[in-house]
C-alpha cells in the first residue's frame, strides 16, 4: 500500500494539450493588417481559419503558423 502511495506523489501532472488561442486583436498586431484585411482573410479568401466563443473570434496559433509558413516563406 505503502508503494502505490509513493509512485502517485512522484506522477507530475499532465500538461493540457488544448490549443493555444490568439483574439482577433493579437492576428492584427502580429501580421501589421487592418481589422478589414483580416476579415477578408477569414471570410473571403479562405486563407486563416477562425472560430467564435461567445461573442469573440479567436484563432489558433497554429493556424496562424500555417499560414505564414504557406504565403511567407
Do not use: A, Q
Not at 506523489?9 to 498586431?29: H, I
Not at 466563443?53 to 516563406?73: C, H, Q, T, W
Amino acid at each position: 500500500m505503502i508503494s502505490i502511495t509513493k509512485n502517485i506523489d512522484k506522477t507530475e501532472p499532465k500538461k493540457s494539450s488544448l490549443p493555444r488561442l490568439l483574439f482577433r486583436k493579437d492576428v492584427m498586431e502580429y501580421f501589421g493588417i487592418s481589422k478589414s484585411t483580416l476579415h477578408r482573410w477569414v471570410n473571403v479568401d479562405g486563407k486563416l481559419k477562425s472560430f467564435k466563443v461567445g461573442r469573440r473570434r479567436m484563432f489558433k496559433v497554429d493556424d496562424v503558423n500555417v499560414l505564414l509558413e504557406n504565403n511567407y516563406s
